[in-house]
Every structure is written in structure tokens, then in C-alpha cells.
């Protein structure tokens, strides 16, 4: 049977596919909602793996939040599978929108476990996601609104591990057109215009009064900016991490002179990667500004609870025990 000829929008899809995999992605597994950016990049994934011969199966996580949910799953499944792709699967996963940091994030482990046990089944390398640069912008909009460092203005990476994120480059419009191109039609998920959840509130108000009055090409200038964040935060954490190894006592303590000799922005990233290594559960940036100041303002202060650990200075020495809370 003859291939249909791809349109402008599948194209750049595809393209912005081929570009993200190396020799080392041999076994791709898209992740897919059934929304226009997912259903993209699997019908983009496929035409890719058919040139290259690389296996391809599509997974969709059915969170089963909303009613009807595995109908919906269903359709999806229904629906790639008429569009010619040879695998796709459904899977169910538990989510606990009480647990976490609210019902989003609780949405994402369940689903991000899934997909990692799925590839670890199927033997593929590569888990595609299909964020976009639309999606990169909403990330660094709410990340200046939390007042964070460079590593969460970075945004998300096109790879972290096995997760490859080839759409970051290209906008929403384009995955909505690839999606009319290749007579696919998109899942609208409510909770994508729900205006009680943050996200929402940045794509559909703040970014539209952005561009209104600052101009348009807000998005790709925020996309821009998590690239040149990314690069600037990846040195940092490469420097802070050699750097720890040096300030590094044989206790599993950090000498305090040679982390406050640290530029700021080395210390901060010493401590707080040390923390994570001593079992803290949550580093807020109020709590790392305290331990800090055991380093930078020594004055006899007592020790600092943070969530797994208490930190405490003695003889020159950050070291940490169970949380002076915890002890009756």
C-alpha cells in the first residue's frame, strides 16, 4: 500500500523527531494521552520507526481521575490503531490526588512509573514525551513566579535519562495541524481548562496578555531562556559536584571553611545536593538559607530541622542526625 504523503505540519514533526534520537535510542515507547501534542508525536514516532526500523509501541496511561476515563483510553487506542500503528496499549494506573504536592504531581509519578516499568518490559531505550515549547514557557513562567534558581528556570530537558522530549522546539499550533493532517482528532481534556489548576491560569491568561502587550514571540523567548538557563545551571552543578567532593569529611559531614571559601552559587548547590544525599526529604529555599547560615553566620545557633534530617555544626563540621523533632 502506498504511504500517504506527509503534510507540512507532520513534517516538522517527524523532523523535530529524527533530530532528538541518536544511535543509542533503538527501541522507542511514546507516551500518549490522546491530547493533540501525544497524539502527534506517536503518529510522528511511527513514520520515523517505519524508515528507521526502529520497534515502536504506544502506551496510554489511563489515570482514572474522571469518569469515563478508560472510554476515553479506549477510543485512543481505537484510533491509532486505525491510523496504522502496529502496537499500542493501555494501562491503568492508582493515583492519589491527596498525596504529593496536589493531584498534578501525583498524576505524573503514577504515569511516569508506568511508562518506565512498560519500557523495561518491552526493552526500549527511549520514552517519548510530548511537551512542547508552549509547555516549556508555562514551566520558566511558573518557576519565576516561585522565585526559583536557574536549574527550574532551565525548564524541562529535551533528555533526562531514557525521557526525550523531541517537540520542545516546536509550538502547540503545529501539533494541532499535524493532528488535522493525519485525520486524527484529539482528545480535550477538561482539566486543561479547568482555571483552578495553575498551569491553566498561564497558558490561557497570562501568556495571551504577554504577547498583547510585550509583543508576540513570548513563548519562544521563554523557551529560549530555559535553553540558556539549562547550559548555565548544568556547568554549576557539574562544578558544585566536584567541588563536593573535596568538602567531603570522612564522617559524611561537609567542612564548613571550604564551603563558605565557595562562590554563592557553588555553596548553594553543595548544600543542597548534601542535604539530598543525608536523607532530606524537601529542601525549600527558606530552609537552605538557614542551613547556610550555619556556614556563612556562625554564631552558636542550635541545629535546623528540615523534613528526614536535622543539620547541626560541630568543630568546624555540618553534620546531621534525626530531626530534634522526632524525639520524645
Sequence with gaps: MAVKALGPAQLEVVQAITRALTEVDHGLLVGCSGGPDSLALAAGAHEVARRSGRPLTVVIIDHRLQDGSDRVAAGVHDQLLGAGLPAVEVIPVEVD??????????????????????????????????????????????????????????????????????LLDLPRATTEQACAEAGLTPWRDPHNAD???????????????????????????????ARLA???????????????????????GLDCAGTLAQPAALRSRVLRNWLREQGAREVS??????????????????????????????????????RLGDRG
Design 195 to 225: 482555571p483552578a489548576y495553575t498551569r491553566v491560569r498561564v497558558r490561557d491568561r497570562v501568556l495571551p496578555i504577554l504577547e498583547t502587550e510585550l509583543g508576540p514571540g513570548i513563548a519562544a523567548a521563554l523557551a529560549r531562556t
Design 97 to 166: 490526588p491527596a498525596s504529593g504536592d496536589g493531584p498534578e504531581a501525583a498524576a505524573r509519578t503514577a504515569r511516569h512509573r508506568a511508562l518506565q516499568q512498560a519500557a523495561d518490559r518491552l526493552g526500549a531505550t527511549t520514552i517519548l514525551l510530548g511537551h512542547t515549547r508552549d509547555d516549556q514557557a508555562e514551566t520558566v513562567l511558573l518557576g519565576l513566579a516561585r522565585g526559583s534558581g536557574t536549574r527550574s528556570l532551565a525548564g524541562m530537558a529535551p533528555r533526562s535519562g531514557r525521557l526525550v522530549r523531541p
Design 285 to 322: 529555599a527558606e530552609r537552605l538559607a538557614e542551613v547556610s547560615r550555619l556556614v556563612t553566620d556562625w554564631h552558636g545557633q542550635s541545629g535546623i530541622d528540615l523534613p528526614g534530617v536535622t543539620v547541626t555544626r560541630s568543630e568546624g563540621h555540618l553534620i546531621t542526625c534525626g
Design 230 to 252: 539549562r547550559d548555565d545551571a548544568e556547568l554549576l552543578d557539574d562544578l558544585a559536584a566536584r567541588a563536593a567532593d573535596e568538602l567531603r569529611t570522612g564522617d559524611g
